[in-house]
């Protein structure tokens, strides 16, 4: 079945550049997609990458995609204190007609920010 | 505000005592559902709904019920709540056409002893 993976844990410098990594399986995913869940909240969605592109930038954030190899990446330049928050990728499967999407979460990358 | 409910925040119950958790969006849209959020595990989608009436189980639907009477509320029903039960719940609500988008509520934190 669909899996998606990406590492749990890592620790940057404030105003050092974090670049989170997530693998998928699902090679018809449509969409990929980062969130961001500060705590005691829900999530927020970030940013989402069509599968037929392989760059998005949205200000301080990127997104690259590498669909041979099924993996996505996040990239926040100048990192500050306020990203520190779980970081969760998903694909959709659109296994519905009308556009919707039923989202695979992975399990989550914990982003610290330390002076 | 466009937003989506969930009530209550924090739950604590004892064995076998049903429960409701209530979710409610209030931008008219069509889809809804329920994922658990578990460490290392992410989130896991337990039940969704497409529409008032339609509804289908997800990944980890046992144990739990939904319905779908009115198209802003999708309550999520603990019949017989265990311990493997407790965990942080959320509710989400999407519209054809916004990429996927899923508006999540705030998450509800519940505790089975």
């Known amino acids: 079945g669909e899996d998606v993976e990406q590492s749990l844990f890592l620790s940057v410098r404030e105003g050092d550049s974090s670049v989170i990594n997530c693998t998928y399986t699902?090679?018809?995913?449509?969409?990929l997609y980062w969130y961001k869940q500060e705590p005691g909240a829900g999530l927020q969605l970030l940013t989402y990458?069509?599968?037929?592109?392989d760059m998005k930038q949205d200000q301080r954030l990127t997104v690259l995609l590498n669909k041979k190899d099924k993996h996505l990446s996040l990239r926040i330049a100048d990192t500050q204190t306020g990203d520190s928050a779980i970081y969760f990728c998903?694909?959709?499967?659109?296994?519905?007609?009308?556009?919707?999407?039923?989202?695979?979460f992975g399990a989550g990358t914990r982003l610290a920010v330390h002076p | 505000e466009a937003q989506v409910t969930q009530n209550p925040r924090y739950l604590i119950t004892v064995t076998g005592k049903k429960l409701t958790v209530t979710c409610s969006q209030n931008?008219?849209?069509?889809?809804m559902s329920w994922y658990r959020q578990d460490p290392g595990l992410g989130l896991r989608q337990i039940y969704y709904?497409?529409?008032?009436?339609?509804?289908d189980k997800g990944d980890v639907p046992e144990g739990y019920k939904v319905s779908r009477k009115e198209k802003r509320n999708f309550p999520l029903i603990l019949e017989s709540p265990s311990p493997n039960q407790t965990s942080l719940y959320f509710c989400?609500?999407?519209?054809?056409?916004?990429?996927?988008?899923?508006?999540f509520g705030s998450g509800t934190r519940l505790t089975v002893v």
């Open positions: 931008m008219n849209h069509e889809y």
């Open positions: 699902d090679s018809s995913s449509t969409y």
């Open positions: 998903a694909e959709s499967n659109a296994m519905f007609s009308g556009g919707y999407n039923k989202l695979i």
């Open positions: 990458i069509f599968s037929n592109m």
């Open positions: 989400a609500s999407s519209s054809p056409g916004t990429g996927g988008g899923y508006t």
């Open positions: 709904s497409m529409n008032v009436e339609v509804t």
